[in-house]
């Protein structure tokens, strides 16, 4: 649906930085007096890395058990990364390995996007269906324990390691919830997680709901496919969509692009820009509008994050839709994954993507049109008494339509039944539903007055 290329852009080969430095490390006496191979040095900072080099040779001969190079060298690299920001990271093979699995939709563990905020592992989001959402984990989560263990202080990836395990094994997690006074514990059984990306439901005649749990390689092929069964479903196009993001953590910036183009039928979708030329890329839109302008309702929260926040500012700057909910995440970065040698990879941040009015979300994240703070609806109980209606005065006069309008009933009924449980536990889906059955009839109304 739109231009394609993974941001993997070469800026610089780890492998080959670490190759020419240690031989720098090595060597440092001598292109001293080799005048030649100073100049080649000269934009090297030659006295960190004499500091580096000694600090390296201390911990061999003096610390008090033996570690061995390559896991020194391996610690210094996650260092030098994790300095960066939350989102840079050293991958070791099988972590690469993790990592590539997860952006096809099926990978092992708990169900949960993690970060790092004041040294503890904050939740991003839970994953829909997964061990840790059906435990009752919740976006902005702060994880303190792990089977007892402290993770203040802890790298990302050690955190990470403990999570993961064998499918059928549990671990406890110790969180610190927003509200709440004392840690709360939940003991979570891993399992493979199978992540569907795209979940999809009619509402109402009309109307559809339609769910992107995360951003994978896949996504928009998945999402078109649900559309079109839903307007196949409804037996005629649909007349609005909600789009829900919610607790949406991110995944392939191309997906979210792809996304987007599903809806908007020309311009710029988003654009990424950093330090170097190669890191400037905007994805455009062709043309073609999947639902044909039928109006709609992007729900997001504080858990929708990275490609989420591409797909809600992209429809809010196009006015395209309407976001509704709650300010998103804020993650507005791109990270670049450069595969190493050795199997592992690289991931550093290289870039900040734009909206296409030239919004950076970094640390400000999308501000919905229509905030709406979370709130839970209940079934009203009247006791067994309904509202009286006209048809119950004995005596009314008939309906001479009333044949025609108890079948129109019938089926709405029907289609309400199949729903019911979500809208009323849902009062956010409830209220875009209410949205969107407005803008179809001011949309029916301008078309009219023409």
Known sequence: MVQTRLIFATIITLSGVLGSSLINLSFAESAQ??????????????????????????????????VGDKELLENAIR???SGLDPHSTYLDPEEYKELRIGTTGQFGGLGIQVGMEGGVVKVISPIDDTPAFKAGIKA?????????????????????????????????????????????????????????????????????????????????QHLEDAINKL??????????????????????????????????????????KGRIKDSYFEFNARAGDILNKAPM??????????????????????????????????????????????????????????????????????????????????EQHRNGLRQLKESDLSGHISNPNG????????????????VLKKLHSDYKIHEALNLLKGMHILSLNKAGSK
């Open 33 to 66: 007096n080799d005048k030649n191979e100073a100049e080649k040095q000269q934009s090297l900072p030659l006295e960190q890395l004499r500091n580096f080099s000694d600090i390296f040779a201390r911990i061999k001969s003096d610390y008090v058990e033996q």
């Open 79 to 81: 260092g030098m990364l």
């Open 140 to 220: 902005g989560d702060l994880i303190i324990r792990l089977d007892g263990k402290l993770v203040k202080d802890m790298t990302l990836n050690d955190a990470v390691k403990l999570m993961r395990g064998k499918p059928g094994t549990s671990i406890e997690l110790s969180i610190f919830r927003k509200g709440e006074d004392d840690a709360l514990k939940f003991k979570i059984k891993r399992a493979i997680i199978k992540v569907k990306s795209v979940k999809s439901n009619l509402l109402e005649p009309g109307f559809a709901y339609v769910r992107v749990s995360t951003f994978q390689s896949k996504t928009s």
């Open 231 to 272: 307007v196949e479903k409804n037996k005629a196009p649909l007349n609005g969509l909600i789009l829900d993001l919610r607790n949406n953590p991110g995944g392939v910036l191309n997906a979210a692009a792809e996304v987007s183009d599903l809806f908007i039928e020309k311009g710029k979708l988003v654009y990424t």
């Open 297 to 378: 309702v992007v729900l997001i929260n504080g858990g929708s994050a990275s490609a989420s926040e591409i797909v809600a500012g992209a429809l809010q700057d196009h006015k395209r839709a309407v976001v509704m909910g709650e300010k998103s995440f804020g993650k507005g970065s791109v990270q670049t994954i450069q595969e190493l040698r050795n199997g592992g990879a690289v991931k550093f941040t290289t870039a900040r993507y734009f909206t296409p009015n030239g919004r950076s979300i970094q640390a400000e994240g999308i501000e919905p049109d229509i905030i709406l703070e979370n709130m839970k609806m209940t």
């Open 403 to 418: 044949k025609k309008a108890a079948k129109n009933a019938k089926k709405t009924k029907k289609v309400e039944n199949e």
